[in-house]
């Protein structure tokens, strides 16, 4: 019964109610079906808080983005990509992909979706097809939106275990060790690098495929 927070997760997130409300009330219920008081539950849920507040950080980004936004960063994204006569969408997406991936590695986060992606990555994916082939149907823009989500997603998510110091490295060996394996950061970290390679040739090659589809499509469109 002390599972059953996950069970609610689970039901919450299909039914798409309100996350803060599933993720809160399958806390609540776990700890109370655990035996724990409310004050007890409360003031596990504040510390956790204090204790992880920094990961709310990010909130901050939003207003910042979204007055850059307003004052024309979007708008002079895309005239700076149209200049670039010979940047095609997909060229532009496995860049953006290895400088992510690259700084990663590094330890250093360049933000994300709200601080690149959203503003800046999306605008120019989308600005280079539109200087080669003028406007586009909604459904490849939709796809281009997700290929420059997708572009952060395997950056982060495949590079970020390169860097031995990374949280996900350091939960790995702590997990491990709690089983009585012992592991070495160093050697994880050193077998997440041909993962990562083999991720990024793989977006690499995804996004080509995206350039010669909309060439198919619009060039046949141009010449009838």
Do not use: W
Not at 42 to 67: H, S
Not at 135 to 162: C, P, R, W, Y
């Amino acid at each position: 019964m002390s599972l059953i927070g996950i069970l609610i997760i689970i039901v919450g997130f299909t039914l798409k109610l309100d996350t803060i409300a599933v993720v809160v009330s399958a806390g609540i219920i776990t700890g109370l079906v655990s035996g724990m008081g409310i004050t007890e539950i409360l003031n596990t849920l504040g510390t956790a808080f204090i204790n992880n507040r920094t990961t709310c950080l990010f909130m901050l980004t939003l207003p910042v983005i979204g007055l850059c936004e307003r004052y024309g960063l979007k708008a002079k994204a895309i005239m700076l990509i149209q200049k670039a006569k010979g940047l095609s969408t997909g060229l532009l997406l496995s860049g953006y992909t290895l400088i992510r991936e690259t700084t990663i590695a590094m330890g250093v986060t360049l933000g994300g979706h709200p601080q690149f992606v959203r503003p800046l990555i999306y605008p120019m994916a989308e600005g280079a097809s539109i200087a080669k082939y003028g406007e586009l149907d909604e459904k490849d823009v939709d796809t281009i939106k997700g290929f420059s989500a997708a572009a952060d997603n395997f950056g982060n998510f495949f590079g970020q275990n390169v860097f031995m110091a990374n949280a996900g490295v350091l939960l790995i060996v702590s997990t491990l060790e709690t089983l009585g394996i012992k592991a070495d950061a160093l050697k994880i970290s050193q077998a997440s690098i041909p993962i990562a390679v083999i991720a990024f040739v793989l977006f690499v090659l995804q996004n080509y495929i995206l350039d010669k589809k909309l060439k198919r499509k619009y060039s046949s469109r141009k010449t009838n």
